[in-house]
């Protein structure tokens, strides 16, 4: 007995497909066929049809933090993969700002051991610096020993220069990816907002949006330093990934540093590429619009929608950054950094980006699945016979809102309760299981 995923728009921009087809999964999980039209069936076999539907390979987001161990309250390992797998994610990569920081290799461990029941993928970013103080470097060589792709202290970055020309030595003889948060914290401290005249008129402390490209510049030149002085082996060239880029200075940096053939990649966040400062400015309540970065200014959303259309953005990533109620139904200067993203990314995607024309279908899927997932070295998916079946389901006509009981993260901190949106992830399968986001009387004719 076979399960038969027929009548989809089949889109995965890896293996070079886009038709409307048929894949048969083994009980086992694993593809037995992928075709243009209908597959032969026999009479055991489960049949899904997903006429207009799109099936692509599983989403993957690069940047979440799932707060355990330490602050359960917020999320666990289990609630943040079921929010995953309700925004249609097959793997997320974890963010090592827990408490305690993901420092060592037992910490990488514990997350691991916890993750094998799990229905997503969890890959595990250590910290760059122990307890991400930006002094002691972590234990790279162990980090790579135990599967660590990528190092980051994100949420802060390291100030001190000497100290990041080491990670970028240390890092790129392990192989490992740096990802930054650039946020030059001279220039921040304080400070809850986008700079300008917004945040003027709240009379909010203001981050001056340069902060973001200040650091970025810092760790480019670094990069050129040691790839002209210090580099003995040429396949060890650092490898660089910018989180959450929000400003043009930014994306002027990361398009020169491409043209020079840097290792340079960078990702967005799907607020960063909706929302500005002027949204904060008009909510009544706050503290759903403070994050970092911050909101951008209205030039650098269109910068950031033009870097998305050039193809400078290399990833769309969430930054799924639960909070409680307490931490952020407060005055916007007392209110936590960060929202909940994994649920409304594929609907923002769709409403922001695709419906304008901004980009295709097909290269949502590879800033959502397939380019995370090479910035990462993680093992392609590709839909051919043998393979193992992970994949995602998207309605690209539905059109819904997210409301607070509906939501599957322990938080509920979003401004996007209730905004209404156009496309929506409705189930997953992954890890021989068929994971459903909505119920299947609405979506699939079984
Ligand atoms: O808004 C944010 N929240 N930005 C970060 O970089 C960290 C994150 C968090 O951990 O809450």
């Not at 799990?118 to 991400?132: F, K, R, T």
């Not at 003027?200 to 340069?210: H, N």
């Not at 043998?386 to 939501?407: C, H, K, Q, S, Y």
């Amino acid at each position: 007995m076979s399960t038969i995923f027929q009548n989809a728009h089949i889109i995965n921009p890896q293996s070079n497909l886009d038709y409307t087809g048929s894949i048969r999964v083994s009980v086992d999980g694993f593809i037995e066929e992928i075709i243009q039209g209908e597959c032969d069936k026999s009479p055991d076999d489960r049949i899904i049809d997903l006429q207009g539907k799109l099936l692509v390979p599983g989403l993957f987001d690069m940047h979440c933090h799932f707060r355990e161990p330490g602050q359960e309250y917020k999320e666990t390992l289990e609630s943040g993969s079921k929010a995953a797998v309700a925004g249609g994610f097959t793997g997320v990569a974890l963010m090592p700002n827990t408490k305690p920081v993901i420092d060592s290799p037992l910490g990488v461990a514990y997350i691991r051991h916890n993750a094998q029941q799990l229905p997503v993928d969890l890959e595990v970013i250590g910290a760059m610096s122990e307890g991400s103080k930006g002094e002691q470097l972590a234990p790279y060589g162990k980090f790579r020993s135990y599967g660590v792709k990528a190092v980051s202290d994100d949420g802060t970055a390291i100030q001190n220069s000497q100290n990041m020309r080491l990670v970028f030595q240390y890092a790129s003889n392990f192989d490992l990816l740096v990802i930054q948060h650039c946020e030059d914290k001279s220039m921040t401290a304080e400070a809850v907002m986008n700079e300008g005249v917004f945040s003027t008129k709240l009379g909010l402390k203001g981050i001056p949006d340069v902060s973001e490209a200040v650091m970025l510049c810092r760790d480019l030149h670094l990069i050129r330093y040691i790839v002209e002085h210090e580099l003995h082996d040429p396949a060890n060239k650092p490898r660089y990934h910018v989180a959450h880029i929000s400003t043009k200075a930014s994306l002027d940096l990361v398009r020169q540093a491409k043209a020079e053939g840097l290792q340079v990649t960078c990702e967005v966040t799907p607020h960063h590429f909706t929302l500005t400062d002027e949204d904060l400015f008009n909510a009544p309540s706050k503290g759903n619009f403070i994050m970092k970065p911050p909101l951008p200014s209205k030039k650098n959303r269109a910068a950031i929608l033009e870097a998305i259309a050039d193809g400078t953005i290399d990833a769309i990533a969430t930054d799924h950054a639960p909070h409680a109620p307490h931490e952020k139904e407060c005055p916007p200067d007392q209110a936590s950094f960060g929202i909940i993203g994994l649920e409304t990314a594929v609907g923002l995607t769709i409403t922001e980006l695709v419906e304008p024309g901004i980009i295709t279908l097909s290269r949502a899927i590879e800033l959502m699945s397939v380019n995370p997932r090479k910035i990462l070295q993680l093992d392609p998916l590709l839909f051919a016979q043998g393979e193992r079946a992970n994949f995602t389901i998207i309605d690209p006509e539905e059109e819904w809102a997210l409301t607070a009981n509906a939501v599957k993260s322990k938080s509920t901190n979003t401004p996007f309760l209730g905004r209404k949106l156009k496309g929506r992830a409705i189930a997953v399968y992954h890890k021989g299981m068929f994971h459903e986001s909505v119920t299947s009387q609405e979506h699939f004719s079984v």
